[in-house]
């Protein structure tokens, strides 16, 4: 039987802390949130190490450092709305759902949507809410966020996804070409988007009207 508690306190020493990541909430629920649950169990072994993982129909589960990283630039102080694109395993989504007050993620394949629901539904999270659709429009219906985050590569921010962020909100993602981007965070103030540049990374594409085509 693996330790996979031992595991999560390993990954959390070994690859965030070294690596500039220093939210005491954040570190507290990366060393809880089981992330071997939301991969096949033929991958468990890997489930703590350095590395993005296959979830099926082509997609992955990201490397724990990037979740890291992008939930730690979204500055979550517990009661926030937020949206996510690209719910894939529904890994990113508990983490945010146990730093945010409410969580919105959009998947566009149906499979990994249900998949994701039914676990995250089965791990007690009632403030998490799974939407199968292009998230590359965003939810309208629902905005404004207070934080919006891309989880998979964007040539660009959509300005639908813009439009739909709080004054003083803040969206991350992936932005740049389709086999490497670099990681934006992009703060709202009175309208305008102030842009910060981070890590070099390499994410599956955003596939929709204002991500890729197919
Ligand atoms: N956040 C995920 C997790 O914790 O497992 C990892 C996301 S994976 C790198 C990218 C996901 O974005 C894939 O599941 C993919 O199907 C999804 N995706 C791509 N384009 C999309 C779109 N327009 N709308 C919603 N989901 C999209």
């Given at each position: 039987?693996?330790?996979?508690e031992?595991?999560?306190?390993?990954?959390?020493?070994?690859?965030?802390?070294?690596?500039?990541?220093?939210?005491?909430?954040?570190?507290?629920?990366?060393?809880?949130?089981?992330?071997?649950?939301?991969?096949?169990?033929?991958?468990?072994?890997?489930?703590?190490?350095?590395?993005?993982?296959?979830?099926?129909?082509?997609?992955?589960?990201?490397?724990?450092?990037?979740?890291?990283?992008?939930?730690?630039?979204?500055?979550?102080?517990?009661?926030?709305?937020?949206?996510?694109?690209?719910?894939?395993?529904?890994?990113?989504?508990?983490?945010?759902?146990?730093?945010?007050?409410?969580?919105?993620?959009?998947?566009?394949?149906?499979?990994?949507?249900?998949k994701?629901?039914n676990?995250?539904?089965?791990?007690?999270?009632?403030?998490?809410?799974v939407?199968?659709?292009?998230?590359?429009?965003?939810?309208?219906?629902?905005?404004?966020?207070?934080?919006?985050?891309?989880?998979?590569?964007?040539?660009?921010?959509?300005?639908?996804?813009?439009?739909q962020?709080?004054?003083?909100?803040?969206?991350?993602?992936?932005?740049?070409?389709?086999?490497?981007?670099?990681?934006?965070?992009?703060?709202?103030?009175?309208?305008?988007?102030?842009?910060?540049?981070?890590?070099?990374?390499?994410?599956?594409?955003?596939?929709?009207?204002?991500?890729?085509?197919?």
């Open positions: 039987m693996r330790d996979f031992r595991l999560r306190n390993l990954m959390v020493e070994t690859q965030l802390i070294p690596r500039g990541i220093k939210d005491k909430r954040l570190l507290d629920v990366m060393r809880k949130v089981p992330r071997h649950l939301f991969i096949p169990e033929t991958s468990w072994d890997d489930a703590y190490e350095d590395m993005a993982l296959p979830i099926g129909e082509n997609q992955t589960i990201s490397q724990p450092y990037m979740v890291a990283i992008m939930t730690e630039l979204l500055e979550l102080k517990g009661d926030e709305r937020v949206l996510e694109i690209g719910t894939g395993s529904g890994y990113q989504a508990a983490i945010l759902g146990e730093l945010a007050g409410e969580v919105y993620t959009i998947e566009r394949i149906e499979a990994l949507a249900h994701a629901k676990r995250l539904g089965e791990m007690g999270y009632t403030n998490i809410y939407v199968i659709g292009d998230g590359s429009k965003g939810l309208p219906e629902k905005s404004p966020f207070d934080r919006i985050i891309i989880t998979a590569a964007t040539p660009e921010i959509p300005e639908c996804l813009k439009s962020l709080a004054e003083g909100g803040i969206i991350v993602a992936p932005v740049g070409q389709r086999f490497s981007q670099i990681l934006i965070k992009a703060k709202k103030i009175k309208g305008t988007f102030k842009q910060e540049y981070h890590t070099p990374c390499i994410f599956v594409p955003l596939i929709g009207e204002y991500g890729w085509k197919e």
